[in-house]
């Protein structure tokens, strides 16, 4: 579990008081995983915005917020205080998260926070706590984000050569997103490079699964602001160029309501290993929602050119233990045994893919589902289920599946494709330096 305590309201009145804070973000999370909000003044957040909310308006322009507006525009965002943490990327500030509410008090039940609380909700009533961990890689480049932006994003110089000795030419920029992930926090298990020049993977310690979405959440801002600093520039696309992409690994277990581990029944006889009927039904019930559930998982175009070409994307749907070629990997023993889902990419949506895993475990274990015999072999064989393979392939799967609308409802469903139809239609009206390369005249 997580090792600081979110940050007390008490606390944040002396910090007040005493001048070190002014400024409180206040933030909610769109379809696309974006952030939004807005900068408050800390004494007109905690006497008025704390306890009445803020108003706020989602981006039109972008795919994702605009796939929430109401038809007012208008929204209520509540903080959570729960989330209020210190920022310590920014001057003088702190983050809050929140929850959407329409101006006539109902709930956004589309949006992904809720989304997210709705399954942890649902475990709830099946007598499960689920806990979690998101796992990312991102590539860091030399350039700042205004010279890579004055060069299109094209052909950037990544930050470091590959291996454990290049990479500490970014160990200023990696000990400074550590330490900072761990002032706001959240606590880092580990980092390091992944052999990819300029490309770093970093991993968190299991916690609550609305928690761990949030931090991740915070962490993306902060390593985003921390590039800036060191002056450098970082992406967590899911594929920048040919080399391997950006990917998320999400982790997940569960316990009873009283705290015990329920992967673990090393009293059934009828499984050796020790691992309990309810594990296998979850996993189980991961794998047979894979492919209807991909759209959470690869949200954006870019999402897919992830599993073109490359055997650090898994798209085979099977398990396995140990590896890196299943879609999912079983790992640890004990209170640590957890089940691991390697689709997602680092452009991904924590708090929809979370949810996606949630209810696609739940479904497994409702239905009492059998797990399948690991994948013993190679993956990229012929005649292997996979994921689908495009963004318009997984909206139309998505929109097919009557395991989508049963676990999460046809106004999410309906949300998740708006979401997605902004996305391809943003894309496709495009013009991409490919075509350009290919259809301008030559002399």
Known sequence: ????????????????????????????TDPGGRSQGERVHARHFISQVLAGGLNVEPVRADPGAAALAAPSGALVLRPDPATLRPAPWLAGSVMVQGDLFRADGLPVRTAPRQVLAAQV??????????TGAVAVQFTVFGPTYAAAAGQGWKELPSSTGAGLGATNIDEDLLRDVRQTAYNAGLTVQSSHGTGVPG???IA????????????????????????????????????????????ARLSMSLRGLDGSFVFNDTANQDFSDGRSAVFRSFVAGVLATLRDFTLLYAPTVNSYKRFRRDPSAPTAITWGEGGTASALRVAGRGETLRVQNRVPGADVNPYLA?????????????????LEQPLIGDSRAPGLARVPASLAAARDTFAGSDLARNAFGEDVVATCLRAADAELEAFESSVTDWERRRGFEMQ
């Open 121 to 130: 909700k649902e475990a709830a009533d099946l007598g499960v706590v689920p």
């Open 204 to 247: 968190f310690v299991h916690d609550d699964l609305l928690r761990t979405a949030d931090n991740h959440i915070a962490f993306r801002a902060a390593a985003t602001e921390l590039a800036h600093r060191h002056e450098k520039s970082l992406t967590f696309m899911a594929r920048y160029d040919d080399r391997p992409g950006n990917g």
């Open 1 to 28: 579990m997580t090792a600081g305590p979110p940050l007390e309201l008490d606390e944040l009145q002396r910090l007040v008081d005493s001048g070190h804070v002014d400024t409180v973000l206040v933030v909610w």
């Open 199 to 201: 490309q770093h993977d």
């Open 354 to 370: 979370l949810a996606g895993m949630l209810a696609g475990g739940l479904y497994g274990i409702r239905a009492g589902l059998p």
